[in-house]
């Protein structure tokens, strides 16, 4: 988990983003003036710093003075100016990402999770472990050499998998290898408003339709410089289908209500966990996107074809449940044997959910195969 210092001039926002992330188990210090983070510096150096610009005793800028010997492994700039990248870029330097009020908690989270994961050290576990990713079988390492691969081009990328095989896990992973800019910024497409699809996904201008209130930054500008990744993007409606394919050819998105279009470089990666050539058949996917989308497709291996790693799993998600709840479980030799024989349906997603289950059940510690 990560060490987070948020420094804004407005306590509520402030302290409420603190007991966002301490909800999620990040260590979180929330100041409101330039003084008070020198201090917070002082007493424990973040590995992540959430910095608003305009304070009350100074700009936040003011604090970089503090970096010459050692500076935060991830700095985000809050801000409710959008322009102000191109403004103060050179003065804030390489690795600086930005947010534009109002924030939404899971974009935040995800970007301060992808700092608090396995840093990617091939020597780590010897191959064991590959970011987020966890498992040292054939078909894995197979999994790591495609994402080192096409990690460092703009490619876009189609990750086809069951649920629960962690195609996100793999997006973020080609987002950190990749060194870009920005932030990854990730969307169920499942999730997103029918009536509102366009407005989340490329923004609109203010008073372009009842309730636009003010104007609106959608996923695609958000994540300029960075990584969009559309999960489940069988779900997203035909009609935006037909939208993102004119923004992938040109690298345009028009907000709703504007007249000129904005120039944005995310690169796109794309989930789904159907078989793409029926969902083409069904209409439910566009052929022309499916061959757009299809640069360089990777398919996740499910977890029964890669029955070795179970163990290693095992091990992990306990590692982790220990962890967190400062207890020191086990698991059986005979629980290991009962995994093994499991189809797993749910792939590694179940596999990790049956593990925090038995940790809890487990009244004496040891995590034992389930009764019949």
């Not at 899971?106 to 498992?135: C, K, M, Q, W, Y």
């Not at 195609?167 to 990730?186: C, F, Q, T």
């Not at 959910?353 to 487990?362: K, L, Q, T, Y």
Request: proline share 5%.
């Amino acid at each position: 988990m990560a060490n987070v210092l948020i420094v804004d001039d407005e306590p509520d926002f402030a302290s409420g983003i603190a007991d966002y992330l301490r909800l999620h188990k990040h260590t979180a210090v929330s100041v409101n003036t330039i003084s008070s983070a020198r201090d917070a510096l002082s007493a424990r150096f973040p590995e992540v710093l959430l910095l608003d610009l305009m304070l009350p005793d100074g700009n936040g800028l003011e604090l970089f003075d503090e970096f010459e010997k050692k500076r935060p492994r991830k700095i985000v700039i809050i801000t409710g100016n959008s322009g102000i990248k191109s403004l103060i870029g050179g003065v804030a330097g390489d690795g600086v990402s930005y947010l534009k009020k109002p924030i939404e908690p899971r974009t935040l989270l995800s970007l301060i999770d992808a700092e608090a994961d396995i840093p990617f050290d091939e020597t780590h576990n010897e191959s064991a472990h590959f970011g987020t990713l966890v498992g040292e079988s054939e078909v894995m390492q197979e999994l790591y050499q495609k994402i080192r691969q096409v990690a460092e081009t703009d490619s876009t990328v189609f990750i086809q998998g069951e649920s629960g095989t962690g195609k996100e896990l793999v997006a973020d992973a080609i987002h950190r290898l990749s060194k870009r800019s920005g932030k990854y910024v990730p969307v169920n497409c499942g999730g997103l408003t029918r009536d509102l699809v366009s407005s989340q996904l490329f923004g609109h201008e203010k008073g372009s339709f009842t309730g636009a209130n003010k104007q609106h930054q959608g996923f695609f500008e958000r994540a300029d410089d960075g990584t969009l990744f559309l999960d489940e993007i069988t779900e997203m409606p035909l009609e935006m289908q037909a939208h993102l394919l004119r923004v992938l050819e040109t690298g345009k998105v028009l907000r709703v209500g504007a007249e000129t279009e904005i120039p944005v470089s995310a690169r796109l990666i794309a989930a789904t966990n159907r078989e793409p050539i029926e969902a083409v058949r069904e209409g439910n996917l566009r052929e022309d996107l499916y061959f757009r989308l299809g640069v360089f497709p990777i398919v996740l291996p499910p977890l029964r074809d890669r029955i070795g790693d179970i163990e290693l799993l095992a091990q992990h998600f306990l590692s982790e449940f220990n962890k967190k709840n400062n207890t020191n479980h086990t698991i059986s030799t005979d629980a290991i044997q009962s995994m093994m024989k499991h189809s797993w349906p749910g792939n590694v997603r179940e596999l990790m959910h049956m593990v925090n289950r038995a940790c809890i059940e487990a009244d004496d510690g040891v995590i034992q195969p389930p009764a019949h």
